[in-house]
């Protein structure tokens, strides 16, 4: 016993262990999670009926569930590696999907082709991402998230590639592990801006997608997109009077609406980056409204009173509905999570059902050999 006890405390354990990574447990745990399972479907196809009562031992080695009186065969541990590929592979989104992604398509202020309150011909110039209000301006988005303590940028491109991009910002949040990927669209290019930012919003590509510039309803009609989304994205819309004219097309799009307007307001990147801190941090509708709030009030330097007044209610039932000429459009049916969850089980299945043919040409075989 006191040898053993020496040659324990003679292990440099101590020296050799690290901190783990963050997200390492969670990966531990997943890993050991596929594992237990794989185990299980294999033991599903090489064991007997009567054996099934032993699966609640999920450290049971396969080896132990077959005939003891003979020598072990190597099938069963190779068919268990084939399996546990096979749900890493699957599962490999998972992940693969722990870094967030937020887009943000920003409509840049243009006094020529905008109906809106005309500013300063400097910042109010679509064409000129670097000057313009909701851009280049002290609180435009790309001057005030470069300021930010919260984010850092990690990446510029005013080689877009698209005429009516001028610029993409790539932002990297110091706490959360998280990426923000902002597009200055020019000022007479605000119609496919919203389009890109509706079938971002349903396509699942984003985490979370925001439009902030001018209210382009108020200018035109825009149909809505031709398929609801995958999954409910959260988004924001920062423009004046959003509740009423987005509210209902975003939910009938099956997005959830996390922060919308109820009056006319300067849509600065500061309302978007004390929201994102406060949706980062697990706030509710509530506290993400607060926390516009907050901010606005701050900047137009107003009460905290006036200032929630701006941003509506969607604990609320919505008093706007949808306009009745955009309704033919929403005919198709929301079947997006039924169809995500029917392919998980077919392929489970599908797992089972190769794991038992592959235990029923075992037999045939085994029984030819004899």
């Not at 491109?157 to 669209?185: C, M």
């Not at 941090?281 to 007044?309: F, M, P």
Request: glycine content about 6%; aromatic content about 8%.
């Amino acid at each position: 016993m006191q040898s053993i006890k020496s040659a324990i405390a003679a292990q440099p354990f101590a020296s050799s262990c690290k901190p783990m990574e963050p997200g390492s447990w969670r990966r531990i745990k997943l890993k050991k999670r596929l594992s237990w399972f794989s185990n299980l479907l294999t033991t599903l196809a090489w064991s007997n009926c009567h054996r099934y009562s032993s699966l609640i031992s999920s450290d049971l080695p396969i080896n132990k569930m077959m005939n003891q009186n003979r020598k072990p065969d190597v099938s069963p541990r190779i068919f268990g590696r084939v399996v546990r590929l096979l749900l890493f592979v699957m599962m490999g989104a998972s992940l693969r999907g722990e870094t967030k992604k937020i887009g943000v398509f920003v409509g840049l202020c243009d006094n020529k082709t905008q109906s809106i309150a005309k500013v300063n011909a400097r910042i109010g110039d679509g064409d000129q991402a670097n000057a313009n209000l909701y851009w280049g301006c002290s609180d435009g988005l790309k001057s005030y998230f470069q300021a930010s303590q919260k984010w850092k940028r990690i990446d510029a491109d005013t080689s877009t590639g698209d005429a009516r991009i001028l610029e993409r910002l790539k932002f990297q949040h110091v706490k959360h592990d998280t990426v923000l990927v902002a597009e200055a669209w020019r000022g007479a290019n605000l119609r496919e801006c919203y389009e890109a930012f509706q079938l971002a919003a349903v396509s699942g590509t984003y985490d979370f997608v925001v439009f902030l510039g001018h209210n382009v309803l108020m200018d035109a009609p825009v149909a809505l997109p031709s398929r609801p989304a995958s999954r409910p994205t959260p988004v924001l819309v920062l423009c004046c009077k959003s509740e009423r004219y987005f509210r209902a097309r975003l939910e009938a799009m099956g997005v959830t609406p996390l922060l919308l307007t109820r009056q006319s307001m300067y849509p600065g990147a500061f309302l978007l980056h004390d929201a994102l801190e406060s949706w980062l941090a697990g706030g509710t509708v509530t506290d993400i409204r607060t926390a516009a709030g907050k901010a606005y009030a701050k900047n137009q330097n107003i009460s905290l009173k006036a200032a929630l007044g701006v941003f509506a209610d969607l604990t609320q039932p919505n008093q706007f509905p949808l306009p009745i000429e955009t309704i033919p459009v929403l005919t198709q049916t929301k079947q997006s999570w039924q169809n995500q969850m029917a392919l998980w089980i077919a392929c489970a299945l599908g797992i089972l059902a190769t794991a038992l043919l592959v235990r029923l040409l075992h037999r045939r075989m085994r029984k030819k050999s004899v």
